[in-house]
């Protein structure tokens, strides 16, 4: 979905935490953009790769990446230059914690994250459910020097 559509998208089914029953499951991730309003970036390649999943008790947890990153020259990923570590972390997103749904956004609150700085903050996701696609938009962010805002669409994991 293009960011200027989904920012302004008459939010489908009123998405609130009346019916957040409706993220509730498991979600393939089927791209991820990013826009600055001159381009478009696909940070974790054409063809990412990756989870979401929300539980009805309130718990979130989303993993993705690049599927094309480069492998680890040791098994023992301790054993790995620092710079090959960086690397692999740099294409590559993980946290967890709870979630709540109001007035077409989501918050994540994260408890463990793969980025330090993100443990004990709030990220909040614009929500566009349509059907089995699911799509979550940031807040405008810095991201390589320039402000930009990330769309994620994801599918339902039958």
């Known amino acids: 979905m293009e960011v200027n559509a989904l ?6 089914g009123m998405m609130d935490g009346a019916n957040a029953d409706a993220l509730v ?14 381009r478009v970036n ?3 390649g054409s063809m990412p ?7 009805p008790e309130g718990r979130m947890s989303v993993m993705f990446g690049d599927p094309d990153r480069p492998l680890l020259e040791n098994p023992d990923w301790r054993q790995n230059a620092d710079g090959g570590v960086a690397a692999a972390a ?4 993980a946290y967890s914690g709870t ?6 956004e989501v918050s994540h609150q994260v408890e463990v994250s793969l980025i330090p700085n993100w443990i004990g903050q709030t990220l909040t996701r614009r929500v566009v459910l349509e059907e089995d696609t699911l799509t979550l938009a940031t807040p405008e962010m810095l991201v390589d020097g320039r402000t930009q805002v ?3 669409t994801w599918s339902r994991v039958e």
């Not at 740099?90 to 997103?93: A, K, L, Q, V």
């Open 7 to 12: 920012l302004s998208h008459p939010w489908v």
């Open 25 to 38: 499951g498991t979600w393939r991730l089927i791209s991820c953009a990013l826009h600055d309003g001159e």
């Open 42 to 44: 696909h940070p974790y």
């Open 49 to 55: 790769t990756g989870f979401l999943t929300y539980t």
């Open 90 to 93: 740099r294409s590559f997103i």
């Open 99 to 104: 979630y709540d749904l109001r007035e077409g």
């Open 150 to 152: 990330a769309t994620l």
